[in-house]
């Protein structure tokens, strides 16, 4: 976890608010979570398990493109900024996939090859009637809990119905 968390956390929502204001039809959020992490350390040391986890952040970044476009949450989980510019609507999934890939492959550190499983859950601003960071963000942590409960290497894209978008209750009160 890195120092300063609360002003990741912010930097973070910033650029959502601003990639939403710039363009929201090429807004996407990627929900990452990393399999079995913790068991690096158990088996091979702290040190490999930083080593293991500054090659996953990097390769999160590639994915993200700039560093207040990531979160990471805690040791195991980031949420990326994503554009979706030149992907389909019903070819997210395989977008997901394609970053599921790239986080979970092997990486070989002194002599062994590790390999860390991953699930996605993908929110696009395309599918909600009106985009918000925090909407967004709970739409990409209800597709990894989805995601989370179908075992390893999941993708899942989260699409709003109406009568189950997660901020419907929370905007209905608001508006009272």
Do not use: C, K
């Not at 930083?50 to 994915?63: E, F, L, P, W």
């Not at 805690?74 to 990326?80: F, I, M, P």
Request: aromatic letters at 4%; zero cysteines.
């Amino acid at each position: 976890m890195r120092d300063g968390r609360v002003d990741d956390r912010a930097a973070f929502l910033h650029a959502l608010d601003a990639s939403l204001a710039s363009d929201p039809a090429t807004v996407g959020v990627v929900r990452i979570d990393l399999d079995r992490f913790s068991r690096i350390g158990e088996t091979f040391g702290p040190a490999v398990a930083r080593t293991v986890g500054a090659v996953i952040q990097s390769r999160m970044q590639a994915v993200a493109g700039s560093p207040d476009r990531l979160l990471e949450y805690g040791n195991d989980s980031y949420v990326a900024i994503v554009s979706l510019a030149d992907v389909a609507p019903e070819t997210l999934e395989s977008t997901g996939m394609d970053i599921v890939d790239l986080v979970s492959s092997p990486i070989d550190i002194a002599g062994e090859r590790i390999a860390v499983g991953s699930n996605a859950g993908i929110a696009a601003a395309v599918h909600f009637p009106e985009p918000e960071a925090l909407r967004l963000l709970a739409a990409a942590e209800l597709a990894i809990q989805r995601a989370d409960a179908l075992g390893s290497r999941r993708v899942m894209v989260y699409e709003v119905t109406p009568r189950h978008d997660p901020t419907r209750l929370p905007r209905l009160f608001a508006d009272m």
